[in-house]
């Protein structure tokens, strides 16, 4: 049998917006039938890039449709002007997708887009598995626990799991509303692991949807060891702009480091003079997003996502 990647059966929702890609059109994937459905998601921020759909394609050539058991519905590439200009929002509206839900069916380019995820995505749809990451910015490693899908999100290898904050304007949030059984999963990056982070993300969808009965049990990958829960995540973010430079890289995240250790430092654009250092702050740091690159960065940008081992609080 030809992989289920050759099989899938492509619908293309017009957006009416025209890019550089021509005119453009929202692809959803399908297989299967009876039993129960799943989609799967990725790039609803464009910053995140093609990470996600590539575990996405990695999944498909792994089966075929002999293996399902239930429908998968598959959602490469959510916000496409977002991707092509490589900015977490599309520059048309700069709305966030992932605050947008249940959209407007006549609003702007975004408010249209999370309409018709939340509408001809979801139909018929038992569990949603919405892939997020590091992108051409940053790599991170953890996955979020929602109400009722903590299962799902522990068939993803990531070494850290955070409780969701409840968001009904998230695609999974809203999804969780109708009843669906959700999993959100921030895994990868750019970098020289992303290869890896690939076939870790298409192992844990392989993993999950064995789970939930839509693909044979016997094809399941073996169990992962169960993430470390965090608490107290913070966000570090420059006071002022300049140059970026890390003190850790890709290999880092996913660890647990000390009380100040240096992470990164801010740097005057034109003389280099240190003007901020990014250190740890609890006894137990976990690393869940960092900047593995040297960067020009505005005030206010996301440096770095750190939180604290749920035993050590």
């Known amino acids: 049998m030809a992989a289920l990647r050759q099989s899938m059966i492509w619908r293309g929702i017009p957006l009416g917006t025209t890019s550089a890609w021509g005119g453009t059109e929202l692809l959803l994937g399908e297989a299967g039938a009876d039993g129960p459905g ?4 990725a790039g609803i921020h464009g910053d995140e890039g093609p990470w ?24 490469p590439l959510a916000n496409p002007l977002a991707l092509q200009a490589d900015k977490r929002n599309a520059p048309i509206d700069q709305l966030d997708l992932n605050r947008a839900f249940p959209g407007d069916p006549t609003g702007s ?19 949603v598995i919405d892939l997020h990451g590091g992108g051409s910015w940053c790599v991170n490693a953890f996955v979020f626990e929602m ?7 522990l068939c993803f290898p990531a070494p850290f799991i955070v409780e969701a904050p409840a968001r009904d304007v998230s695609l999974t949030g809203y999804a969780h509303s109708l009843g669906m059984t959700v999993a959100a999963v921030e895994m990868g990056g750019r970098g020289q692991f992303e290869e890896e982070w690939a076939e ?30 965090v608490v107290n995540s913070v966000v570090l973010r420059p006071n002022q702009g300049g140059i970026f430079v890390p ?26 003079a240190l003007l901020e250092e990014f250190r740890a702050p609890y006894d137990q740091t976990a690393m869940l997003l960092l900047r593995p690159f040297m960067a020009q960065l505005e005030a206010g940008a996301m440096t770095y996502v750190l939180a604290e081992p749920a035993g050590k609080a």
């Not at 799943?38 to 998601?41: H, K, P, Q, S």
């Not at 109400?147 to 999100?153: C, D, H, P, V, Y």
């Open 247 to 272: 003190a850790v890289r890709a290999g880092q995240i996913g660890t647990v480091v000390e009380k100040d250790r240096l992470l990164g430092q801010m740097l005057h654009p034109a003389t280099y």
């Open 109 to 127: 380019y975004t408010e249209r887009l999370a309409h018709i995820l939340a509408t001809a995505a979801l139909e018929n749809i038992d569990y």
């Open 200 to 229: 870790k993300i298409a192992a844990g969808l392989l993993r999950a949807l064995c789970q939930v009965g839509v693909v044979d049990a016997r094809l399941a990958p073996p169990p992962v060891e169960p993430p470390l829960p």
């Open 147 to 153: 109400a009722g899908g903590r299962e799902l999100s």
């Open 38 to 41: 799943v989609l799967i998601t």
């Open 52 to 75: 996600g759909g590539w575990a996405i394609h990695k999944l498909l050539e792994r089966l075929d449709e002999n293996d399902l058991r239930g429908f998968i519905r598959v959602l």
